[in-house]
């Protein structure tokens, strides 16, 4: 029965659009202690908060040029706005309240309330998802628009209050502390998978996973694990992002098919995606449990996996 149930999560998950990440590591000037291997890091991602709460999306928003280009269908539903695209002139029409916004792929010019106006940033396409300019989406629509250098955040404000965040892990390093105020999601009283995990281990190991729910049975799980290693200054981190369905049994299946989204450590010798391609997660009141992963039994990514349980627990914050 636990074989059936996990290759029905595993069909769905497949049907699911996988996110694709390029990591473009740097080298820190850092070197392991016996100078074998140097510390890499990748770029920050940029993330989006509406009123104050993370919004998950399937393609990240990207900085071209300086101007902050946004997934439209997310950004939109976020903000409340009715969206529509229309394939034969491909142009983009974003309606909210009474104000109407027209807008053409790979054109500076767009239309508010029928009166033609002019962006220095054109809306693009990219794995198959429409990226507006932020500020001009988002000012048309009688939002503030702001801009957090140091996460990396973009920061939406509307007319409802904003989310507070509570109270974060003790001994959390800056690095860690900053991605967790980037990714940190509420509790949803009508799912209890969704909210912020922690499984703090100080002297080894520690993980956060933050669960968001994207649709009907689609979730999206970010996590960040990190650890101290080698005497550097700063922690090992890896921040992953992947999607998730529940299966039929109410646990949580989770697709490790990605490059990580964020990488700071040691030059990575193998594939990121060599190791578990998906993860089993199970709730109970404010508890998440990691019940299992599937492991290949080698680096070859043809070869058969393996089902490993486990009972890693993760408390609610």
Same mark, same amino acid.
């Given at each position: ?130 990226? %507006? ?5 988002? +000012?048309? $629509? ?6 957090? =250098? *140091? ?100 646990? %949580? ?5 990605? +490059?990580? $989204? ?6 990575? =010798? *193998? ?47």
């Amino acid at each position: 029965m636990i074989k059936r149930t996990l290759c029905l999560a595993l069909i769905f998950l497949c049907a699911l659009p996988l996110p694709s990440y390029a990591l473009n590591l740097h080298d820190t000037g850092y070197d392991t202690p016996d100078n074998r291997y140097p510390i890499v890091e990748s770029d920050t991602p940029v993330t989006i908060h509406v009123d104050g709460a993370y919004l998950p999306t399937d393609v990240d928003p990207v900085l071209i040029s300086g101007r902050t280009m946004v997934p439209l269908r997310a950004a939109g539903e976020a903000l409340g706005a009715d969206i529509k695209w229309n394939g034969n002139d491909q142009s983009i029409t974003v309606k909210k309240d009474n104000n109407t916004i027209l807008f053409y792929l790979y054109s500076t010019t767009y239309y508010l309330n029928g009166k033609a106006s002019y962006s220095d940033a054109t809306p693009i396409l990219q794995k198959n998802r429409t990226l %507006l300019p932020l500020r001009v989406f988002a +000012e048309s $629509l009688n939002a503030k628009v702001n801009w957090d =250098q *140091y996460l990396y955040d973009v920061q939406i404000d509307t007319a409802k209050a904003d989310q507070s965040l509570p109270a974060l892990p003790a001994q959390v390093p800056a690095d860690v502390e900053k991605l967790i105020k980037k990714y940190y999601v509420a509790p949803n009283q009508n799912d209890s998978f969704v909210g912020s995990w922690a499984k703090p281990d100080y002297h080894y190991d520690a993980k956060y996973i933050f669960v968001s729910k994207t649709g009907n049975n689609a979730y999206q799980v970010t996590s960040i694990r990190w650890n101290w290693s080698y005497g550097t200054p700063r922690p090992f981190i890896t921040l992953r992002k992947e999607p998730a369905s529940i299966n039929s049994s109410n646990i %949580l299946v989770r697709a490790n098919m990605v +490059e990580p $989204l964020y990488y700071f450590g040691m030059s990575p =010798q *193998y594939p990121f995606t060599l190791y578990s391609p998906y993860d089993y997660y199970s709730v109970a009141g404010s508890t998440l449990t990691h019940i299992g992963t599937d492991c290949f039994t080698s680096l070859d990514p043809n070869s058969p996996t393996e089902y490993i349980p486990d009972s890693t627990a993760y408390a609610k914050f």
